[in-house]
């Protein structure tokens, strides 16, 4: 089993910016995906960023530019810095974990940002 706790959500202007932390706990697996989805209201859960434990990164074309995605391996830590924010951006953002050995997926809880006009 993997925990993860999202943290760093919030309200915020068009234009400005958030970072994003989650942090990892349990049976976390050397090679594994780790990223951030995001749901908007009455929409589906979608990738917003990706990176696997060696470090390649994969953006959803909304956020490439904008966003970037990190990870610390020694810490645990997966983090999401969120630039130039759009009213269009606000959603719960899940953090998620991936082994893709046994093809097991983990869920924070989520964490909700908002991005007022």
């Known amino acids: 089993q993997v925990q993860l706790v999202e943290s760093g959500g919030g309200l915020v202007q068009a234009g400005g910016s958030l970072r994003l932390s989650c942090a990892a706990s349990g049976l976390i697996v050397s090679i594994n995906v780790m990223g951030w989805y995001r749901q908007a209201p009455g929409k589906q859960r979608e990738l917003v960023a990706t990176i696997t434990s060696g470090g390649n990164t994969n953006y959803a074309d909304s956020v490439k530019g904008r966003c970037t995605v990190s990870r610390d391996n020694a810490k645990k830590m997966v983090y999401l810095q969120m630039n130039s924010l759009k009213p269009e951006d606000t959603a719960v953002y899940y953090c998620?974990?991936?082994?893709?050995?046994?093809?097991?997926?983990?869920w924070g809880q989520g964490t909700q940002v908002t991005v007022s006009s």
């Open positions: 998620n974990f991936y082994n893709p050995l046994l093809r097991v997926g983990y």
